[in-house]
């Protein structure tokens, strides 16, 4: 297993003779895995390989991949026979260490959801060191074969974040989600101080400034960090975007989470607190685009889906009501026929004549609500 940053450099004249010299040394790797090999035997092997080197070369190409080898996984052993003729041979070392284990596919599939995960997560998990170092530890452990496949540097440039959606956290922001970490971590209580300017008390969808709270979870949804909190005051569960809040205060006091605070029986869509409490046997039918997309991804965990005659596909989910799915369904436009139940389709018949009226008579938006008045 070849540590490709701590190669010996050669001098360079250009990127041919650089991949050249790099194919070279895959083919001296792979060749002393497989069995032991002598100067001349290894020479024989590169020259039906197409490749003009000399012993003197090929001592250096030894040495590079000696000093590349992680010896916590694979050892380059020398035997000395009659005449001081040499043998080289790579031997692998027994590990029971994840990131030693020489299977390829595990190493690709790991690189592969690292690397996306880097791309794709919000920007504050990508800015710190441990991340950094947990990086270089993965590029430096992978073996050789794996290094052929997977680029590393080029999976990294080529893959595009949009960002579309994603929050703009300020330094305040990304301080209050490590506080909060730190009160569920040591089960204690913290207060509000302040809201963002923007933030409406009308509706009563968030706690009062100073109010006695208890973080239960933080959701990570669509590029957005959500605070899930349970209100002593009002014995009430609250979702909070983070950009909601400027301000937090950490208190000394120590809670005791009540069991039906945490218990959850997965019928909710999303994270925003449903309309009612009826869970809804929901019926979607899609035609086959965009309907396999959406089959092909996940929503939530009661979804089924079927492939009628006609190309069609019916989507069935067991959930409440919430904003939230409300909006998803809407998303599809005329991509999607609610089939069932007619509560649903009665919501999203007012929603539509509200969009009309607001956007033909200039009236203004509502604010958005967890409710139906």
Request: with cysteine; glycine share 2%; hydrophobic share 40%.
């Amino acid at each position: 297993m070849l540590i490709l940053n701590q190669y010996i450099k050669l001098p360079i004249i250009d990127n041919k003779m650089e991949e050249s010299n790099n194919t070279l040394t895959f083919k001296i790797y792979y060749s002393l895995k497989k069995k032991p090999h002598s100067i001349t035997s290894l020479m024989e092997v590169c020259t039906l390989a197409g490749f003009k080197i000399s012993a003197r070369s090929l001592y250096r190409h030894i040495l590079k991949i000696e000093n590349s080898l992680d010896l916590s996984i694979e050892i380059l052993e020398t035997e000395v026979l009659n005449h001081n003729k040499k043998l080289f041979f790579i031997r692998s070392v027994e590990s029971n260490d994840l990131l030693a284990r020489n299977n390829s596919s595990q190493w690709i599939l790991l690189i592969t959801q690292l690397f996306l995960n880097a791309k794709t997560s919000h920007q504050i998990f990508n800015q710190n060191n441990e991340f950094e170092n947990f990086i270089d530890k993965i590029k430096q452990k992978s073996p050789l074969k794996v290094k052929e496949i997977i680029s590393l540097e080029t999976f990294n440039k080529q893959i595009i974040n949009s960002r579309f959606g994603q929050a703009n956290f300020c330094d305040k922001q990304q301080q209050i989600l490590i506080d909060l970490m730190w009160c569920m971590n040591k089960r204690v209580y913290f207060k509000i101080n302040e809201f963002e300017l923007s933030t409406t008390k009308k509706y009563n969808e968030q706690p009062q400034l100073n109010e006695l709270l208890i973080p239960l979870k933080v959701i990570y949804h669509r590029k957005d960090f959500i605070l899930k909190c349970y209100s002593v005051k009002s014995k009430k569960i609250f979702t909070l975007e983070f950009d909601k809040i400027t301000k937090i205060c950490i208190q000394k006091e120590s809670y005791q989470l009540l069991k039906i605070v945490l218990e959850s029986d997965g019928h909710d869509f999303g994270f925003h607190p449903p309309i009612c409490k009826t869970i809804y046997h929901i019926k979607l039918l899609f035609p086959p685009t965009p309907g396999g997309f959406i089959m092909n991804r996940f929503w939530h965990e009661s979804q089924k889906f079927k492939i009628k005659k006609d190309g069609f596909i019916l989507m069935t989910l067991d959930v409440r009501v919430c904003i939230e799915l409300l909006g998803w369904i809407m998303q599809w436009m005329d991509n999607v026929q609610v089939i069932s139940p007619v509560f649903i389709k009665k919501i999203i018949s007012e929603r539509l004549s509200n969009m009309k009226q607001i956007n033909e008579n200039n009236i203004l938006p509502i604010n958005n609500s967890n409710s139906l008045n």
